[in-house]
């Protein structure tokens, strides 16, 4: 695959070739470990490199400790901000996850992910993530890494100062993203969703100075309303004044089905008087206030769907109430990216390696792969009529129109001319498995990822055979 116009190695030194690891033979072996991994994607080691020399090459660079992941974030950072380049806004949705990995006699440095009872381990992790505003994935632009200490409920959140919270890490990932594009003149509009609702990364937010948008999850708080009026904000958002029924393409997921859902929004003005506890601090905060609600859409069993939208961005116009309504959608972003991270096509949780330095190594080149993979299947929804030649390698389209040739219905006919973005994703989801029902929905990323292992060696081999002058 090729991104604007980039073979897999291209794309791969984009995205790593300038990490400062302090010797130019690691930063060129952690190129081709990402390459590597775009061609054959896999959670292991072993799965993603033949050789024994590849292998050996991999593990002596992860457990480098010279090689740091600071470092490899801080070229991530750099390659997706470039990709930025010429949006009008960048919407960052920040969201957090864990990494549950097999520590079955409890030695490896990892610390405590879910509930205390079912005594699972891990890691954990903030991502700050790029999308476009017609919901193309840019790419990863920060992550926060941590272990939990596995302990039981704490009661004495209110009592501890930020840094002995995990919130300190949400604030680290938003303030060093909106660094990151506003030194590069471009403008942020983070999409949080509900844990996100704190009085640290609120002000976090606000200090970014870029516009940002907030889904509450404390709808009893007391706000002041445009009279000065101190009301609970449900009391405020209920009230507040209607801006029409739109509808709305809602993906399904785990306890929820994808359907067209209808959707009634209503707008008001509140300011958040809010305390942080600890230190005394205050902040009056003023914000719109979006409320959302599912009217009879909603299938049985189910609760309707109902956002409670906090944003410093401007409500004044229908126009911009939407753009407060589809700006939060985009957060569905960063659950596709975890799926395809975590079980999907790079099935990062099944690494077996021994530390968390090494896991958190292999994990930063497994997100970009995933990023990547998302990438490319949102383009052949959002720019279905591009070239696919401008998306994968010349050797790649060679590779995939001859196996699609191959392994065509009697009735299918596949045209001379380089395919379409929408075309070749198509063709190369067949090839992975897709079955193309209409319940199927649009192809996933495992698919994809088995359609790319099916075509990457036969693309290798026509260039190698062209190189040597065989073809």
Request: glycine content about 8%; charged content about 30%; overall charge positive.
């Amino acid at each position: 695959m090729r991104d604007e116009g980039r073979t897999t190695r291209e794309w791969a030194y984009e995205e790593f070739g300038h990490t400062d690891l302090g010797d130019a033979r690691r930063t060129a072996r952690l190129v081709r470990m990402a390459a590597a991994l775009a061609e054959q994607p896999g959670g292991k080691v072993l799965t993603v490199f033949r050789s024994n020399a590849e292998q050996q090459g991999a593990y002596d660079l992860l457990g480098n400790a010279r090689v740091r992941s600071d470092a490899m974030l801080s070229a991530v950072e750099a390659a997706t901000v470039a990709r930025c380049d010429g949006q009008a806004w960048v919407h960052v949705v920040v969201d957090g996850t864990s990494l549950r990995l097999s520590d079955v006699n409890r030695t490896k440095d990892f610390g405590g992910v879910g509930s205390t009872a079912n005594g699972a381990r891990g890691l954990k992790v903030i991502h700050a993530y790029a999308v476009a505003a017609d919901g193309t994935p840019i790419g990863v632009l920060n992550q926060q890494w941590w272990t939990r200490v596995a302990h039981k409920k704490r009661r004495d959140c209110q009592d501890r100062p930020l840094e002995e919270k995990e919130t300190v890490h949400w604030v680290h990932s938003i303030g060093q993203a909106a660094r990151a594009l506003i030194v590069a003149g471009l403008r942020a509009w983070f999409q949080v969703d509900r844990e996100g609702d704190r009085y640290w990364t609120l002000a976090a937010l606000h200090r970014t100075g870029q516009r940002f948008t907030v889904r509450s999850t404390y709808a009893h708080r007391f706000v002041e309303d445009d009279a000065g009026r101190r009301r609970r904000l449900r009391d405020v958002a209920r009230k507040g004044k209607h801006r029409g029924i739109v509808s709305l393409d809602v993906p399904g997921r785990l306890h929820r089905e994808a359907r067209t859902a209808r959707l009634r929004i209503r707008t008001a003005s509140a300011t958040l008087d809010m305390v942080e506890a600890h230190s005394e601090q205050t902040l009056a905060l003023p914000v719109n206030v979006v409320d959302v609600r599912e009217i009879g859409t909603t299938p049985r069993g189910e609760e309707p769907l109902h956002w409670r939208l906090l944003t410093n961005a401007s409500v004044t116009t229908v126009k911009e109430v939407l753009a407060v309504v589809d700006g939060y959608t985009k957060r569905w972003r960063i659950e596709e990216l975890h799926r395809v991270w975590k079980s999907g096509a790079l099935r990062v949780e099944e690494t077996q390696l021994r530390s968390a330095a090494r896991v958190i190594k292999w994990a930063i080149l497994a997100v970009v792969t995933a990023a990547r993979i998302e990438r490319l299947r949102v383009l052949a929804r959002t720019r279905p009529d591009d070239s696919a030649l401008g998306t994968f390698s010349e050797h790649e389209l060679e590779a995939l129109v001859l196996m699609k040739r191959r392994h065509a219905k009697r009735t299918e006919r596949i045209p001379d001319q380089i395919p379409t973005i929408a075309q070749a994703v198509r063709w190369l989801a067949d090839l992975g498995g897709y079955a193309g029902h209409k319940s199927s929905g649009s192809p996933g990323a495992v698919t994809l990822r088995r359609g790319l292992q099916y075509i990457t060696p036969i693309a290798l081999a026509l260039e190698t055979l062209k190189a040597q002058g065989k073809l």
